[in-house]
């Protein structure tokens, strides 16, 4: 893929993206939550000098594509915008121009150029059983490439790994009761093959695209943020859902809700798993700041270590 340039004020109008647009995205929609005071103003001075673009390669392996849509999905300015120009995205199956033996060769050369400069985000869990034939990401000089392969060649050359959604961070769906391709985690892959690339675990099922651009702003800002005892980011990750609900006070006063329209009553006799969660939802919310789970149905824990088995079922009190 081609790697753009991040263009002067009049080319960057033509192009979508604008200086002002991307501001909106990286601090508009994190305004007040966290991430606008610690990267705001090391990102306008990148900005005012042109920013420093930082190369991604972004792999998928057995998840449902899920995550690159929910980034891909959102607005002010169009991620896809952000992802191909702003920062540099050197490879992504879903969203590249290349194709086929000609990708592959493509994300080799990329991960020996920019050796040690580039992050690597590994989109759902990595099959380790069966050689790891359940998972095939390419072919290069007639020989399948699996999950597995490329993960233990490119991981060790990164300066950092992203493990977008709970697949990807702690296994999640493809690693639940049954599990038998042996679908592992990012972490604890890297950690059997021996390799010590540090990882910032950035779930959800799907996590919000402010939590992935924010992680990377503050990457590329910052270097890696701070993390909590299960390797992810604090500002998005690092408080009780249950202890900031709006639906709190409802619990206190033993107000329960009975059906998923009630609009006031706590969640919590209808499977609410809130109060085992610890993410920012209740605040930044989805669907452009429209609503939350717990508008609309319970939460399901669905950012925890624990998701799915340890939070089914969805609908029954833990
Ligand atoms: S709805 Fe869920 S998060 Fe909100 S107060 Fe009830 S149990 Fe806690
Ligand atoms: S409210 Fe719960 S289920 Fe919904 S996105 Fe947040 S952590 Fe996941």
Same mark, same amino acid.
């Given at each position: 893929m081609k790697d753009v340039q991040l263009l002067p004020e009049m080319q960057q109008k033509k192009s979508g993206v604008t200086r002002r647009s991307f501001l909106k995205t990286v601090t508009g929609t994190a =305004? @007040?939550?966290?991430i606008a005071q610690m990267v705001n103003p090391a990102l306008i001075q990148a900005l005012e000098k042109g920013l420093k673009r930082h190369p991604v390669i972004w792999v998928q392996g057995q998840g449902c594509t899920g995550c690159s849509v929910t980034l891909l999905n959102s607005t002010s300015p169009p991620i896809a915008d952000v992802l191909l120009k702003?920062? %540099?995205?050197?490879?992504?199956?879903?969203?590249?121009a290349s194709e086929g033996e000609m990708g592959m060769e493509n994300l080799y050369a990329i991960a020996e150029e920019y050796k040690g400069r580039f992050s690597l985000v590994v989109e759902g869990a990595i099959p380790t059983a /069966? #050689?790891?034939?359940?998972c095939i990401v390419g072919e290069a000089h007639h020989k399948e490439i699996t999950m597995v392969d490329l993960v233990k060649e490119i991981a060790p050359q990164a300066g950092s790994v992203l493990a977008i959604g709970t697949c990807a961070a702690f296994g999640g769906i493809p690693a639940a009761e049954g599990n038998v391709t042996g679908a592992t985690s990012v972490t604890d892959f890297l950690k059997d093959n021996g390799i010590s690339t540090p990882v910032v675990n950035i779930s @959800?099922?799907?996590?919000h695209p402010d939590w992935i651009v924010g992680s990377i702003v503050h990457l590329l800002e910052k270097g890696i943020p701070e993390l #909590?005892? /299960?390797?992810?980011p604090m500002i998005f990750y690092g408080e009780n859902i249950h202890d900031n609900c709006p639906r709190l006070d409802a619990y206190e006063e033993g107000e329960m809700s009975e059906t998923l329209s009630d609009p006031k009553g706590c969640r919590m006799d209808i499977g609410c798993k809130g109060p085992d969660t610890y993410a920012d939802c209740y605040k930044r919310k989805w669907n452009s700041g429209m +609503?939350? !789970?717990? #508008? +609309? =149905?319970? !939460?399901?824990? !669905?950012? %925890? %270590?624990?998701?799915p088995d340890g939070t089914t079922p969805f609908y029954e009190p833990a």
């Open positions: =305004a @007040g939550i966290g702003v920062i %540099s995205l050197q490879f992504h199956p879903t969203v590249m /069966e #050689d790891g034939k359940y @959800g099922c799907p996590p #909590d005892e /299960e390797g992810r +609503n939350w !789970c717990i #508008d +609309n =149905a319970v !939460c399901i824990g !669905c950012v %925890s %270590s624990g998701f």
